[in-house]
């Protein structure tokens, strides 16, 4: 079966002054139906990037561009008019931003918002509808919470909210960009619990980007990992943890502290990644490997496949 949404070799450059620096670089990702893919990876390294890029959301003033193709079922969306995508954006892909503070306006209330939601799908207002998407969320007092404005909410039910307007039009695939990074713990888990139940229900596809390994663990059916806007390792979860195969990821792995097992000095990893503007030579990662050899000094290894196990190394 063809995936939900396809992207085929991309890359995005941002300008800055006079050069354009990748952030994401020839990555090749399939999201199939009902599947929940994590991405994870250090902070820059292309994350959020990546996520924009099928809704169209990237920086439309001349500082950006892409190459390669994003399809979603059979049709490119880089080959769509503004029109067409801009249709496309909230109906067949919506997208869960990691502050939901300054996702809604402050001086309009919450029912004003979400109105204007259902007006896009329903033509008109509708009291019921507004009341059954709070309720779906389950946010219990939803009359209060609507004529609220965002300020008189907490954080997790503003969260819960702009799920809801992001479930308006049934979308087919959900892009949650670290939903729950600004939450505290407990309603960070109460908003997993919560995406996890919607995208069985509705039998949604889900992108769900974060830098913590505990959710990957708990919400993703497969998982990719990014360094410097390369997916380096990409497989299924279960997999990936239980023996991650790149460099980066094993390292990543190791520098999470456990529960369980005596208290020692957790492994950190040495160095930062890479500036888009200082990218080395070769492999992306082997100024920081502990396996690097000479062939990751001047090669970029590189992995088309977009299903099944794929770790770009030279070691395999
Ligand atoms: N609008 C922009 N203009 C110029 N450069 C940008 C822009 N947005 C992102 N970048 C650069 O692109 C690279 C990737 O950024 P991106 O926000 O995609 O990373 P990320 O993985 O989401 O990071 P984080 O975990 O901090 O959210 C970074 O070097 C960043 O500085
Ligand atoms: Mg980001």
Redesign the pocket.
């Known amino acids: 079966m063809a995936p939900l949404l396809s992207i085929k070799d991309l890359t ?1 450059d ?3 002054e006079d050069r354009w ?4 670089k020839n990555v090749f990702l399939d999201v199939s139906e009902g599947e929940t893919v994590a991405i994870v ?12 890029t099928p809704l169209g959301l ?2 439309q003033d001349g ?2 561009r892409t190459t390669g193709q994003v399809f979603l079922n059979d049709k490119n969306l880089f080959n769509l008019k503004e029109e067409e995508r801009r249709l496309l954006r909230g109906r067949r892909i919506a997208m869960v931003f ?1 502050d939901p503070f300054s996702s809604l306006n402050p001086v309009l209330t919450i029912n004003y918002q979400l109105q204007e939601a259902i007006i896009l799908k329903e033509g008109k207002p509708n009291h019921q509808t507004a009341m059954d998407l709070l309720k779906q969320v389950h946010l219990s007092d939803a009359e209060r919470i609507l004529e609220s404005y965002p300020h008189q909410i907490s954080g997790g039910q503003r969260q819960r909210v702009l799920i809801a307007m992001a479930l308006v039009h049934h979308p087919a695939l959900l892009i949650a ?2 939903p729950t990074t600004a939450l505290d713990v407990t309603i960070q888990d109460e908003i997993l619990q919560l995406l996890k139940e919607l995208k069985t229900k509705l039998g949604m596809a889900m992108i769900f ?1 974060t ?1 913590n390994m505990g959710i990957v663990k708990n919400i993703s059916d497969r998982m990719a990992v ?1 360094y410097a ?1 390369h997916i380096v390792e990409l497989g299924k979860t279960a997999d990936v943890l239980a023996a991650p195969k790149h460099p980066y990821t094993q390292a990543l792995l190791r520098s999470l502290p456990k529960l369980t097992g005596s208290l020692g000095t957790i492994p950190v990893m040495e160095g930062q990644p890479p ?2 503007s200082a990218m080395p030579a070769g492999c992306p990662f082997h100024p920081r490997c502990d396996r690097t050899f000479e062939r990751c000094e001047k090669e970029d290894p590189f992995e088309r496949d977009s299903d099944g196990r794929r770790v770009q190394c030279h070691l395999f």
């Not at 620096?21 to 994401?24: E, F, M, S």
């Not at 990876?41 to 924009?52: M, Q, R």
């Open positions: 995005v941002y300008r800055h620096l990748p952030a994401v990876g250090e902070s820059g390294c292309g994350k959020s990037t990546l996520a924009l990237l920086p500082t950006c990691q960009d670290e980007i830098h990014m806007g500036e888009p």
